[in-house]
Nanobody, 117 residues
Framework: VQLQASGGGLVQAGGSLRLSCAASGTTFTIDDMGWYRQAPGNKRELVARIFNSGRIDYADSVKGRFTISRDNAKNTVNLQMNSLKPEDTAAYYC????????????WGQGTQVTVSS
């Protein structure tokens, strides 16, 4: 499975960015699709994820500001990030869980999001 992420960049506080990730190379069911982030010196943390069932999880720190969506026909997941804060600065990683007899985790390359104050 290959994940191609795009959409990071530099933005001022209060601005918006949209991250996109496209998954390819599998015919198996993709269960969860989501975004994690990691700032220097910190652990990788969940930002948002959306399951095939429609269930969505958000980190408390992004609730009300970020919106995750997916297109199952295209195997894409998007993260609309509004009202960005300097503390949102991090490398953002796309993640998918592919279901066979087990669930396999795949990660995309990180895309940098930098929010200036």
């Amino acid at each position: 499975v290959q994940l191609q992420a795009s959409g990071g960049g530099l933005v001022q506080a209060g601005g918006s960015l949209r991250l996109s990730c496209a998954a390819s190379g599998t015919t198996f069911t993709i269960d969860d699709m989501g975004w994690y982030r990691q700032a220097p010196g910190n652990k990788r943390e969940l930002v948002a994820r959306i399951f095939n069932s429609g269930r969505i999880d958000y980190a408390d720190s992004v609730k009300g500001r970020f919106t995750i969506s997916r297109d199952n026909a295209k195997n894409t997941v998007n993260l609309q990030m509004n009202s960005l804060k300097p503390e949102d600065t991090a490398a953002y990683y796309c993640h998918v869980g592919v279901v066979t007899t087990l669930t396999w985790d795949y990660w995309g390359q990180g895309t940098q999001v930098t929010v200036s104050s």
